[in-house]
């Protein structure tokens, strides 16, 4: 079975190491790649840019997206997923230090899957990591385009 890739959305170098080493002791097989920036998220997504050879057919089996982000911020990456056919049903997740009651309406508002404040003890990320891979890498069905 081969398994599709994450994407994830996340500026802090130190952040995405800590994701790597969450996934893997979380024993999740996919593939992450890396967007350190919401331009770079899009371009993959819609294989443009640095991923112009990239098929944009083969989507992500879901999107790990920061709010804070140079560029273009989380909420406008949520935005153009959403605005774009190809991309609407993409389940997106925004992981985020926020808890700001702002950022948790404004994503819902934009139609983010889900919404988790990253723990800061690794263990509870590790945890916390274990249960998005369970849920929507395991257990959720997606919609068949």
């Given at each position: 079975?081969?398994?599709k890739d994450i994407l994830l959305v996340e500026?802090?170098?130190d952040d995405v190491e800590l994701t790597r080493l969450a996934f893997e002791e979380a024993?999740?097989?996919n593939r992450m790649v890396v967007a350190g920036d919401g331009a770079e998220a899009l371009d993959y997504l819609f294989a443009r840019g640095k991923h112009a050879g990239?098929?944009?057919s083969q989507l992500p089996a879901i999107v790990l997206l920061d709010l804070n982000l140079p560029k273009l911020d989380g909420r406008e990456v949520l935005?153009?997923?959403r605005g774009n056919p190809a991309t609407r049903d993409l389940p997106v997740i925004v992981l985020t230090t926020s808890a700001e009651p702002f950022d948790?309406?404004?994503s819902y508002a934009l139609g983010v899957n889900s919404y988790i404040q990253k723990p800061v003890d690794f263990e509870q990320f590790v945890w916390a990591?274990?249960?998005v891979g369970l849920y929507w890498l395991v257990l959720n069905h997606p919609r068949v385009a």
């Open positions: 079975m081969t398994h500026d802090n170098p024993n999740v097989a990239r098929d944009a935005q153009a997923i948790v309406e404004a990591v274990r249960q």
